[in-house]
């Protein structure tokens, strides 16, 4: 709450665009998952030929939870409402915890291993986007100066 103005950070405009950014973004991660899910279901026959692995079933599966998890934060984001932010939060943690379980557990691809520093740094960076456009780290800073 900005004591000379009166305006808390969740009123502004400018949290709305940010909140906006926000659910772009997932919306953009959900069409990725799901199609990495559509993917896997077509060339199925072709991944099991040539021993895919992990194999085709995973792939679909953990495309379809990664779009379903960042359709719903998307969807509870663009709703606006403040009460479901938290889970918001949640889901975008969840996320980002199953994709590097995926990296460092089952992909273990030596290309993706190369950028970890870069990519760990963008998962940081986007966690932090996303407590700040929900309104979650002002609310938490301004606890803390108390």
Known sequence: MNKETGASFSG???MRFHRLVLALVLLALAWMGLGRALWA???RDLL????AQPGWEYLMV???IGALLALSAAGLTLWGN?????IVFLEVVIWT?????DLLFFS??????????FTLGVSIAGLFYAG????????LFSRLRR
């Open 132 to 139: 700040f456009a929900l309104d979650l780290l002002p609310a």
């Open 62 to 64: 953990t495309g379809g």
């Open 48 to 51: 099991a030929r040539y021993g």
């Open 97 to 101: 915890g199953l994709y590097w379980a």
């Open 12 to 14: 502004g405009c400018g």
């Open 41 to 43: 279901w077509t060339d």
């Open 82 to 86: 403040p009460r479901w932010f938290r």
């Open 108 to 117: 273990r691809s030596g290309e993706a291993l190369l950028n970890l520093g």
